[in-house]
């Protein structure tokens, strides 16, 4: 376990949010904690908030290098069942991106940790020359079977040029991040000027994540960078953006999965009664819009040429 300085500010001085649930010397209940689709809800490292700048973040946590590891091994299956859920939820994010990116006309977009590759699918029928990069084998090979241009690495191991793209994505990426600053200096230097960043995360600072506290479901192992819209704005501009604005989003859910994820929050005698009612009405593969307010979209631009 390290102990680690506020990635935002460097302050070391940090006050305690909610004690770990994992084990002194190891994993919560193991192998699928770094699951895209992961049960183990209410397993987290200890979450604590730095006193100079108000970031939350997971203090003492494991080794990166472990971390990544994990993420390079996932293997997910049960996320290709919910991939008309992301495609929807994808096809939704794009009208706001557009309004602060421009129509694609054929520019240049980069998702990051794109996954099994939905958002560059969707991107491409959208217009856009879009590409991805992510660490899980299994993911790429699945992409790569779809006939997409998703390439194994992270931003640090695949050597892009300078100002290579128009638009960055990175969607339910940044709070899996040991160091998102330097993430996100990758990132500025990867755009081209006037490029945009877009980032979809969970809210440390919403309602939701204040009224549920230690229940808030996204209170995980995996999850270790815990934005608010204030921190984000802040942690974007001191990497050289200007901060566009942000809005909160919803999600399409197929409705088994939805039960399947009451079950793992609140216990299944809420959970159980949900699925069995759901499967006895067929209603499973039925999509359900979601809005718990807890998560949002940022986006940041880099000055174009002659800009201040
Ligand atoms: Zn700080």
Known sequence: MRFIP????????????????LSPNGRGKGGSAFLCTSPDYGQHYRVVQCLRCGYVYANPRGDPAEVMQAYESVEDPLYLRER???????????????????????????????????????????????????????????????????RRGTLSSVGFPSESFDVITLWDVIEH??????????????????????IHTIDMGSLTAKLMGARWPFLMEMHIAFFSRATLRAMLERVGFQYVGDHTE?????????????????????????????????MGEWMAPVNTLDLFTAYGRKAARGDQ
């Open 84 to 150: 008309a859920g992301r495609e929807r939820t994808f096809r939704k994010h794009l009208k706001p991106l557009h309004r602060v990116a421009g129509e694609p006309n054929g520019r240049k977009l980069l998702d990051v940790g794109a996954y099994i590759g939905v958002f560059v699918e969707v991107a491409r029928a959208a217009g856009w020359d879009a590409e991805g990069i992510e660490p899980s084998g299994w993911a790429v090979g699945e992409a790569v079977r779809a006939g997409l241009p998703v």
């Open 250 to 282: 919803g999600r399409y859910l197929r409705l088994g999965y939805l039960a399947g994820r009451v079950s793992a929050a609140f216990g299944s005698w809420v959970g159980r009664p949900l699925e069995r009612a759901i499967a006895a009405l067929k």
């Open 6 to 21: 506020c990635n935002l500010c460097g302050a070391d001085e940090c006050r305690e949010l909610y004690p770990s649930t």
């Open 177 to 198: 991040f040991d160091d998102p600053r330097a993430e996100l200096d990758h990132v500025f230097r990867l755009l081209k000027p006037g490029g945009v960043v877009v």
